[in-house]
């Protein structure tokens, strides 16, 4: 079996060979780019790609733009918002399965909502909640500031 591919998009370089690094060590296969229209070509033709991970603000073509040509062609791909905006809440629902923050969102947690949307597929955290059902956390064995993260994702 091969390894899941994850594209990773940011212009800033030194956030994509983090991003690099720690994808490599879990064992994932990454590709990278600084720029959006490779990164739209690379997501839509040829590779099997199994997830994307973008900045948001980026020159000439932004992450939210990215992203909306990214689901006209593949409308079922899982892709990550990891964005350094300080208004995380005005860049959200833009057509991602989850928004992190850059900086504030410890390792573990992007490398959860990856894992979780591979495995789950594209509506990880789209589904509504089941009101009658034990909270968020307790129901899907995350941490609380997992749950707090999904319960805002949920929300926006």
Known sequence: M???TILCVDDHEPALALLKFLLEAKGYEVILT???AKALI???TGRDIQLVITDF???VMSGGELIQEIRRWRPEM?????TGASNIHGVRGIGENVCLPKGAAAPKVLLTYIQKLINKGKD??????????APAR????VSRHDARL???HRSA
């Open 150 to 152: 999904l319960q805002n």
């Open 78 to 82: 899982p892709i990550i918002l990891f």
């Open 2 to 4: 091969s390894p899941t």
């Open 42 to 44: 690379v997501a839509t």
């Open 57 to 59: 603000t980026m020159p």
């Open 138 to 141: 307790r129901a899907r064995g």
């Open 34 to 36: 600084t720029s959006p």
């Open 124 to 133: 990880y955290g789209k589904q509504e909640p089941d009101r009658n059902q």
